[in-house]
DNA sequence: AGGCGGTGCTCAATCGTTTTAGCATAGCCC
DNA sequence: GGGCTATGCTAAAACGATTGAGCACCGCCT
């Protein structure tokens, strides 16, 4: 009998490695590394060659040996409050484009208002599942802050951060935006607004209210504020309450859009005109703020480029070209004027 | 001078490695992964130890090392043609719950109608970032469905799926979907349908189309097609192409809401009365469609639960619960009446 | 001829964890 | 006391790529 061959073809279940490919190629894996990486000093020649074989094995080099060796995933995660607001959706678009073209996967997490969903999302960091992350975390909690100082990875905060936690963010400046909206129903004619506020335990609604108090005091308005959800149902039933309590309001000042398109639709069923009787203005400028009617008046936050400038802070900061010091970027708000208020429908 | 310490304290820039915690423990890094673990005989007595000093170092089992090993990511990925869609969001957001639950992590794609942006996508696989994909592709194409062919890791498509590629899928009877619209205009008296639909290169379009054309026969409907993009804009636009060719149309279907919602908007423009002068359908029932105005009669394709479905037929394939042969789901649509065709608003 | 530098490749260590095989030690029974 | 089985731990080999050090070899110069 003859010998055993020395290296039996060994039919693997899975993919050919770099091993199999140095093996036909007749060198070592080093060499079919380096000349597929061209990292290397490896001859024309064999660059060819070792190409030609790995192609016809279809030799893909696995992500979990490089990054364990590398140090590096490629991979960014992405963490929002809940991926069903449309507001959200548009920060995930512009990241997901923005790492796509920089070689970056997205992991994205929706934290659906869990406890600590948000904390938890950090054990992707510790882990080394991925290489940084975009954060916007809406509910200010002591021990988020406590875990975002702890940990040394490229973490963009979008929204608030506290001072001194020297961590990068970009923010916008809500509170005026809220300002925007309510001067332009005054200069509408409205004098009895009522502020209809998402939920105080979380930081865009303290914000949005700080904005509302000092735009209400410029003016000498009596301070109205209604408070419910930042969602549809949650601006649908908030109307019947303004109703109750403020039974001659007219005009909603709306802590986000879909609570402005919300109570759009419960004032529609109870025959109340908008703009005539009660104007309504929403924040954030979704685009459900052109398809409901009448269109509605909002004041946009630029949340895909506030997506899209994170991102770029956050890989720039993975390819090291960042500086040691944490980056801070605000966007201003503009206001958009559409049927809600008078303007155009 | 004393000897040198055998193992000086060694500051890593890092994370505490199991190393660091063996060391710490005195006992072996096996042990430390088993106690932590618990797959091994470990005594309580140093169970209770390694985990006190893992705890005490913030010990955390890097992922990238125990992938490497254990040939499994505990990442799946999700490819949908468009996340601005508010159909792939609904299937997104319930594909990241029941992934969550089971303890994955997901990876998001969206391919943005780039060509060969979903072929594209199955390097995840090839290359070992995630375990399993969950694919939406609506654009029929050759060379997808020859590397499907050839990937033997578990895929479960949100679509239709040639027979014979024996891929798990769960798809929706979607030309029956039409059909159901139709009925329901005809039964409102309406006669002068027309169908709106999205572009003949997508699969969706072509199955819709299936129904209407159909459903039009079957009714001795004279058939009139009209095509645009399946978005808000295409649906806008739309309307005038339906009014230039087919003035006497008072019925338009719709091969998704969101064409549905742009027709809707452009409809009040032109001051053409919905749904006394037209009425309008739409297809997929997204959220959007209680908002509009009129709300818009719709048919639900379920595309959370789908979503959830084909979660739980890809987990438990990665589980290897999931029998040999590939499994098919089927769900059956269902008309919601609103107000764009008579119902209550 | 000897030395030197460059080129092209390989060796072997490394990343951090999991897991199999195996080695002590202790306890038990007769 | 001798054999036998548990028990509790460790050594070492994976997993698959990357990479710094180093080894042949060739050509060139003096």
């Keep these: 009998m003859a010998n055993e061959p020395p290296n039996p073809p060994q039919r693997r279940t899975g993919t050919a490695t770099a091993a199999d490919v140095a093996r036909l190629a007749g060198v070592s894996v080093s060499t079919v590394s380096l000349a597929l990486s061209g990292r290397g000093r490896v001859s024309e020649k064999t660059i060819r060659h070792v190409r030609s074989i790995a192609e016809q094995l279809g030799y893909v080099p696995n992500a979990q040996a490089s990054s364990l060796r590398r140090q590096v995933t490629h991979r960014i995660a992405l963490v929002v409050p809940d991926i069903g607001n449309p507001v959200y959706v548009a920060v995930a678009k512009a990241i997901q484009r923005e790492a796509k073209q920089r070689g970056y996967y997205v992991l994205l997490i929706s934290t659906d208002n869990v406890e600590g969903a948000d904390v938890d999302a950090l054990h992707l960091l510790r882990n080394g599942h991925v290489d940084g992350m975009v954060l916007i975390a ?3 909690s002591g021990e988020l802050e406590r875990q975002l100082g702890r940990i040394h990875k490229p973490i ?15 923010e916008v400046n809500s509170t005026r935006g809220v300002g925007l909206a309510v001067e332009h129903l005054l200069e509408q004619g409205r004098s009895r607004l009522v502020f209809v506020n998402g939920p105080l335990d979380t930081n865009p609604a303290r914000l949005r209210l700080q904005g509302y108090l000092e735009a209400a005091r410029r003016a000498g308005l009596e301070e109205r504020v209604v408070s419910c959800a930042f969602t549809l149902q949650g601006g649908y ?12 309001a007219d005009a909603l000042v709306c802590a986000n859009d879909l609570i402005g398109i919300g109570a ?21 400028d979704i685009p459900e703020c ?20 994170a991102a770029q802070m956050l890989l720039n900061r993975l390819s090291g070209e960042a500086p040691a010091a944490p980056l801070r970027v605000v966007v201003e708000p503009s206001l958009v004027v559409r049927g809600s208020t008078g303007g155009r429908p």
């Excluded at 905060?157 to 020297?166: E, M, N, Q, S, T």
């Excluded at 039933?237 to 001659?248: I, K, Q, T, Y």
């Excluded at 529609?268 to 929403?282: C, K, N, S, Y």
């Design 264 to 284: 759009l639709k419960r004032l529609r069923e109870l025959g109340v005109r908008v703009p005539e009787d009660v104007a309504v203005t929403g924040i954030d």
């Design 156 to 170: 963009c905060v979008i929204g608030k951060v506290p001072g001194g936690l020297g961590v990068d963010h970009v």
């Design 138 to 140: 809406i509910r200010p």
């Design 237 to 248: 039933a908030a109307v019947d309450e303004v109703r109750a309590r403020f039974p001659d």
């Design 290 to 309: 052109q398809i409901c009617s009448p269109t509605l008046t909002s004041v946009a936050l630029h949340a895909g480029e506030r997506g899209r400038m």
